[in-house]
C-alpha cells in the first residue's frame, strides 16, 4: 500500500488521534515544512501523516522513541532514532525544524522537560504540536496533576509568552506558536 492510501485508511479508522491526522498535513502544507521532529511513534500512525504531509513539501521526518520504530514501510525520508528525547546523545543528532511534534509519556515532568528542550529547535516561525491535552489520567502517569500535558502547556505559556490553541477532539491536540 503506498503512502497516501495507507494514510486515508488510518484517517478512517477510528482511533485516539486519527481526527488529527488532517491537522498534521495541513500544518506541513502551511508552514511549507522540511522538517518535523515526531517524539513518540507507537504504531506508527502519526508517522504515517506527518510523513505524507512532508511528501507534499519534499521535506523530511525525524521520529524519536525509546521503544523500536514501528512496522511500518521505510522511506527514504524518515530518520528513526532510538532512545530517551531527553538525552543529550538523541539531541545532539537532531537538526531544527519547522514543526516539533510531542506525544511520548504524557507525563508532567516529562512534558515540561520536552517543552523546555525542544522549544530551541523550533524553526523561526515553527510550531509545537502536542498531543493528549485532553486526557486527564494518562495510563502510568501519576495522578496528580490532572490533565499533565494540558498543565505542562498552560506554564510553559504563561512562562515564555507564546500562544497557544486547543482541539479538544480526539483526546485534545495543542498548537503553539509564536516561535
Known amino acids: 500500500m503506498n503512502l497516501a492510501d ?69 522511506h527514504d525520508d524518515w530518520t528513526f532514532l532510538q532512545g530517551d528525547d531527553c538525552d543529550p546523545d538523541i539531541t545532539v543528532q537532531l537538526d531544527p525544524a519547522d514543526i516539533v511534534f510531542i506525544d511520548t509519556s504524557h507525563t508532567y515532568l516529562q512534558t515540561v522537560a520536552e517543552l523546555y528542550l525542544y522549544r530551541w529547535l523550533v524553526k523561526p516561525g515553527g510550531l509545537m504540536v502536542l498531543h493528549d491535552t485532553e486526557l486527564a489520567h494518562p495510563q502510568d502517569a501519576p495522578i496528580r496533576p490532572a490533565y499533565p500535558v494540558k498543565t505542562a502547556i498552560e506554564e510553559f505559556i504563561a512562562d515564555t509568552g507564546y500562544e497557544w490553541t486547543n482541539h479538544r477532539n480526539n483526546n485534545g491536540l495543542g498548537i503553539i506558536e509564536g516561535f
Open 6 to 74: 495507507e494514510y486515508g485508511r488510518l484517517c478512517r479508522t477510528p482511533s485516539d488521534i486519527n481526527e488529527h491526522l488532517p491537522t498534521f498535513v495541513a500544518l506541513v502544507q502551511r508552514l511549507n515544512a522540511k522538517h518535523v521532529i515526531e517524539l513518540g511513534t507507537r504504531s506508527g500512525v502519526s508517522t504515517t501523516a506527518w510523513l505524507h504531509g512532508l511528501s507534499k513539501t519534499g521535506g523530511r521526518l525525524t521520529s524519536v522513541d525509546i521503544d523500536e520504530a514501528p512496522d511500518i514501510a521505510t
